[in-house]
């Protein structure tokens, strides 16, 4: 059973940088495209950004593009995000997701999801 685990949320200042994890167990890694998306209260759940299995194809939602990096290490079946010059409005539940195929932005396209973590962004 494949099984997602997000680390590294926190409560940070506007402007200041975040680094998020997600380690998955149970399958092989290196075979997923990954996602990470966020939610905010009241607000469905968005994509954010989405990394190809072997790191060769990276996509941006327009909200983060030039401030977040994703990245992954298959060797540590650990997919990273990091961001910069947070905002308040990055204020969300990130998860990580799992899919096989190409990047999406659909979220029901990823059939794998962590539980999530916080992420509070204060101006």
């Known amino acids: 059973q494949v099984q997602l685990v997000e680390s590294g949320g926190g409560s940070v200042q506007a402007g200041d940088s975040l680094s998020l994890s997600c380690v998955l167990s149970g399958g092989t890694f290196g075979s997923f495209t990954m996602g990470w998306f966020r939610q905010a209260p009241g607000k469905e759940r968005e994509f954010v950004a989405g990394i190809s299995w072997g790191g060769g194809n990276t996509e941006y939602a327009d909200s983060v593009k030039g401030r977040a990096t994703v990245s992954r290490d298959n060797a540590k079946m650990t997919l990273y995000l990091q961001m910069n010059s947070l905002k308040s409005e990055d204020t969300a539940v990130y998860y990580c997701?799992?899919?096989?195929?190409?990047?999406?932005?659909?979220?029901?396209?990823?059939?794998?999801w962590g539980q999530g973590t916080q992420v509070t962004v204060s101006s």
């Open positions: 997701a799992a899919r096989l195929g190409l990047v999406n932005e659909d979220s029901k396209k990823y059939p794998y």
